[in-house]
């Protein structure tokens, strides 16, 4: 994966500038973002106050919800702002990763 902070910030930019159609013509890219999260980075200090934690399992339920229902995930006002502040505090590097170490 490239820089994921770069990544970050152009996928925050299409949350918040972009229609849900849009997000949606884009969902099998966020989802190799966050599986990559998943997989490939550790979390090495968060100041987010709504993040924590060592690792990014908590996107499980995310990457599943956007397999199963990507329209009904991006139109979820919930979801929204979840995918919005994770991406935001990844993109400010209030959540700083790095990549695992093997």
Known sequence: MRDPVTIAKGFLNLMKQSSDEDIVKQADNLLLYFN????????VKSTSPRFSGRNF???????YQLESDV???VKSEDSRTFLTNLLEDISTQKI???????
């Open 71 to 73: 329209e009904g995930t």
């Open 36 to 43: 990559g999260l998943r997989d490939q980075y550790d979390i």
């Open 96 to 102: 700083e990763i790095a990549r695992k170490k093997v």
């Open 57 to 63: 399992h908590f996107l499980a339920d995310l990457i």
